[in-house]
């Protein structure tokens, strides 16, 4: 595996942007070196380091000019800066899809529009239903935290979250709620809250400034401004994420009892669906094939080792290895997907503009050069064929070991 090159497209954003935090760490500037008459020679430009505002900071301790090693500073440690708020005026609470237990993309924007709204005086507060796995609840901008773990809200309980959202509402009176307008279960949440608050809700809202929220409307046509009511349903990309500080995940705790629901819903659990026949715009994951898929039979037994849903490229729909409902790009579908596999695609912007709001990319491809390799998250440099065969024979393995130790 040691063949294999690994990129950090966010460690290459940060190190391009110079208003980040964190981009003097991403730097290998030369500081000093010897020049053509043997003496040493020290670049003023690459002194100091940018703060989080964006201003040239000069730390004259002397840490900086050659103290680290001495003082055992490595300046690759760094730590964003710790915002605190210590008694909120305000709350803006937050109530994230959490599919699969972590934040997705799609949540991460919201904690950027509610870390927006709150300023320096609010708190951002997400509710979390049952378990998570996240860990980066600092990074994305969670002061609050108030976890609900209780079996009441397994599976599908949308009558049940609604009654410990109510107490929520009893207890903080927040300024705004904010739920992703998703089909992950935070669009029908949010309506449902809308109801049982008597709030009517801001849709599918993409951008809210200066009190005014922008929302599409019209069967997306086009856009419906309003004051920004209470509670808001927002779309992927209403803000930027948190990137340039850390936040201290306080616990909170319900002070209020929340009331039991005699569900009218019974949750029967998941049922088992082809992974061919998901609507390209719904899937999950999605093994996506281009130009540089030569065994097109092989691709197809990969997708469905991998239970993954299939797409592809212009060019391997042009050339009818497959169908035109499965083209993903600016004129084919753009898709949403947690994990985003990319086969043999080069990432011409018609396609990376299809694939922009999936959470996870990872791509296969020869040329470690290409736009799809610096778009990835994940790339596996080599050929299509003999990785996806690899792909396939570690999925047998894996499968295969489950059985035994389930046996
Ligand atoms: C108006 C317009 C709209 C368009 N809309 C879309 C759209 O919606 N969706 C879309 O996809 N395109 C669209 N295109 C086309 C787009 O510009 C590209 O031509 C297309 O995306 C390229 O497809 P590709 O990456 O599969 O092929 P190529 O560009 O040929 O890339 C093939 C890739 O495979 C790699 N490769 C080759 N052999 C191997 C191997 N053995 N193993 C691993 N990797 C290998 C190569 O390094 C290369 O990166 C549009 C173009 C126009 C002009």
Partial sequence: MSDIIRRDPRVEWIARNRLHPLHAAMQTAQTSWMGPNGLIRKSPHAVGFIGPNGLKRIDRSGAEQGGNQKRGITSSVVQLPLHVVEQPAFHIVVVPDMVGGRLSSHDKDLLGLANK??????????????????????????????????????????EQRVLALSAVESQLAPRHWLLPDSRNGGGELGRRLAAKLGERPATRVW???????????????????????????????????????????????????????????EDLGAVAVDPASIPMAEAEFILSGGNGVKDWALFHRAAVALGATEGASRVAVDDGFMGRDRQVGASGIWVTARVYLAVGISGAIQHLQGIGACDKVIAINLDPSCDMIKRADLSVIGDSAAILAALIERVAAYRQAGERDAA
Avoid: M, W
């Fill in 207 to 265: 951008q809210v400034a200066e009190g005014q929220c922008s929302g599409r409307a019209g069967a997306g046509r086009e856009d419906l401004v309003r004051r920004a009511p209470r509670l808001i349903l927002a779309a992927v990309e209403c803000a930027e994420p948190v990137s340039d500080t850390r936040h201290e995940v306080r616990p909170l705790e319900l002070q209020n009892q929340i009331a039991r629901n005699l569900p009218r819903i």
């Fill in 117 to 158: 709204l709150a300023g320096n005086d609010g708190a951002v507060v997400a509710v979390v239903f049952g378990e998570h796995k996240e860990s980066a609840f600092d990074t994305a901008g969670v002061d609050r935290l108030l976890h609900l773990n209780s079996e009441l809200f397994d599976g599908y309980a949308p």
